[in-house]
């Protein structure tokens, strides 16, 4: 590939950031606004990065991708997440797993857990699978989340209400475990699911 001129790399950057962020590509109208110039100019830009081997282009407003766009990414495995009993946190598993980029969403830190235990079955969670979690601190109800309780960790259905927080396990021969807020804090979101057979 033939290198960039100063201007073409911040509109390559741009349209790599947007695919990222957004999962489609930008509009040429995007990138003529995002660098105050015109459409005409921008598509001048956007068929330089074309012909120099950066992205590829075809029919329609939203049709740019990148030539060297991986399908996948290796993010770490943390640890053991317990789909059961709340086990210790994080028993080190040195250990990292490929995960398809279309389960990702948007910008973030991302990492793995490996369920031990069959309390979220009926969510089709088992034992072994790798659980895909986003960092975050906080999380929508509903949502399947690695939540710490007195430094144990586990994986479960999260509510708030009447000031309380609900873990509430995905099979019918657990209970659902109710805490003061102050004692469970969310380290991740679960995205996805990888499952290994054999």
Same mark, same amino acid.
Do not use: C, W
């Given at each position: 590939?033939? &290198?960039?001129?100063?201007?073409?790399?911040?509109?390559?950057?741009?349209?790599?950031?947007?695919?990222?962020?957004?999962?489609?590509?930008?509009?040429?109208?995007?990138?003529? !606004?995002?660098?105050?110039?015109?459409?005409?100019?921008?598509?001048?830009?956007?068929? %330089?990065?074309?012909?120099?081997?950066?992205?590829?282009?075809?029919?329609?407003?939203?049709?740019?991708?990148?030539?060297?766009?991986?399908?996948?990414?290796?993010?770490?495995?943390?640890?053991?997440?317990? %789909?059961?009993?709340?086990?210790?946190?994080? *028993?080190?598993?040195?250990?990292?797993? *490929? /995960?398809?980029?279309?389960m990702l969403k948007g910008y973030g830190e991302y990492?793995?857990?490996?369920?031990?235990?069959? =309390?979220?079955?009926?969510?089709?969670?088992?034992?072994?699978?790798?659980?895909?979690? !986003?960092?975050?601190?906080?999380?929508? #109800?509903? =949502?399947?989340?690695? %939540?710490?309780?007195?430094?144990? +960790?586990?994986?479960?259905? +999260? #509510?708030?209400?009447?000031?309380?927080?609900?873990?509430?396990?995905? #099979? &019918?021969?657990?209970?659902?475990? /109710?805490?003061?807020?102050?004692?469970?804090?969310?380290?991740?979101?679960?995205?996805?699911?990888?499952?290994?057979?054999?």
């Amino acid at each position: 590939m033939k &290198d960039l001129t100063e201007k073409q790399t911040l509109v390559y950057d741009f349209i790599k950031e947007y695919i990222m962020i957004k999962g489609y590509a930008p509009s040429i109208r995007d990138v003529a !606004k995002r660098f105050k110039m015109t459409p005409r100019g921008a598509q001048q830009h956007v068929i %330089a990065l074309e012909k120099k081997g950066y992205i590829k282009r075809g029919k329609g407003p939203r049709t740019i991708s990148l030539s060297d766009r991986k399908e996948s990414i290796i993010v770490p495995v943390k640890g053991k997440i317990a %789909a059961g009993q709340a086990i210790e946190m994080f *028993e080190e598993i040195d250990e990292e797993i *490929e /995960v398809p980029l279309a389960m990702l969403k948007g910008y973030g830190e991302y990492f793995a857990l490996k369920v031990q235990g069959e =309390s979220m079955i009926n969510a089709h969670i088992i034992d072994g699978d790798y659980v895909i979690l !986003k960092r975050q601190y906080t999380a929508e #109800n509903n =949502s399947i989340v690695a %939540a710490v309780v007195d430094d144990k +960790i586990t994986l479960k259905r +999260i #509510n708030v209400r009447d000031e309380q927080v609900e873990l509430v396990p995905e #099979n &019918d021969a657990y209970q659902v475990m /109710v805490y003061d807020p102050k004692r469970v804090r969310i380290i991740g979101k679960m995205i996805g699911l990888i499952r290994i057979t054999s």
